[in-house]
T-cell receptor, first 113, second 112 residues
Framework: GAGVSQTPSNKVTEKGKYVELRCDPI?????LYWYRQSLGQGPEFLIY????????DSGLPNDRFFAVRPEGSVSTLKIQRTERGDSAVYLC???????????FGPGTRLTVL | GQQLNQSPQSMFIQEGEDVSMNCTSS?????WLWYKQDPGEGPVLLIA?????ELTSNGRLTAQFGITRKDSFLNISASIPSDVGIYFC????????????FGAGTILRVKS
């Protein structure tokens, strides 16, 4: 079956702009995760959804970052007033249930100029 | 927060050689996972370990979950050019079972 998909694959924006990144998980996976990967580093956890609710948002760096999953499937990561330090690859993963093996999408490379 | 110390940071090896990399933590992990990431792609799961002491193989790859639950290693036997990439260890910390904590990665380069 299809894996995790993410759109767009690349996003270039200007400092101060608003961006939305989309994740389409594997069908039937109830758990969805967002990670951020800076150059030369491993992915860092941002937020975890179980169904429609954010079960753990402890990794969100500040209140400019917000994510939703209104129907328990597709999720959108929203970043307000982007800063150059937000430039990174944003990875989405899904698993059958929370704590199960996570399968990653190809990521969205965000560049803030 | 939890940190995973992964080593080595990078390595050049001769094709056909065996490779070993490891990961350690100061805290206990419930699971250990090894992922490989190619440029422009997301991490792909290679091996998952769920019990202390567990030794698991996947083709030329072998990984072990340390008995103390604070470390893991990955071995690649008879390396080939397509083994090039970045290898990440990751784990579920005991206190936070759902999120994954990743190491900084081991860059593997193969001399053909």
């Amino acid at each position: 079956g299809a894996g995790v998909s993410q759109t767009p694959s690349n996003k270039v924006t200007e400092k101060g702009k608003y961006v939305e990144l989309r994740c389409d998980p594997i069908s039937g996976h109830t758990a969805l995760y967002w990670y951020r990967q800076s150059l030369g580093q491993g992915p860092e956890f941002l937020i975890y959804f179980q169904g429609t609710g954010a079960a753990d948002d402890s990794g969100l760096p500040n209140d400019r970052f917000f994510a939703v999953r209104p129907e328990g499937s597709v999720s959108t990561l929203k970043i307000q007033r982007t800063e150059r330090g937000d430039s990174a690859v944003y990875l989405c993963a899904s698993s059958r249930q929370g704590g199960d093996t996570q399968y990653f999408g190809p990521g969205t490379r965000l560049t803030v100029l | 927060g939890q940190q995973l110390n992964q080593s080595p940071q990078s390595m050049f090896i001769q094709e056909g050689e065996d490779v070993s990399m490891n990961c350690t933590s100061s805290s206990i992990f419930n699971t250990w996972l090894w992922y490989k990431q190619d440029p422009g792609e997301g991490p792909v799961l290679l091996i998952a370990l769920y019990k202390a002491g567990e030794l698991t193989s996947n083709g030329r790859l072998t990984a072990q979950f340390g008995i103390t639950r604070k470390d893991s290693f990955l071995n690649i036997s008879a390396s080939i050019p397509s083994d090039v990439g970045i290898y990440f260890c990751a784990g579920h910390p005991m206190e936070y079972g759902n999120k994954l904590v990743f190491g900084a990665g081991t860059i593997l380069r193969v001399k053909s």
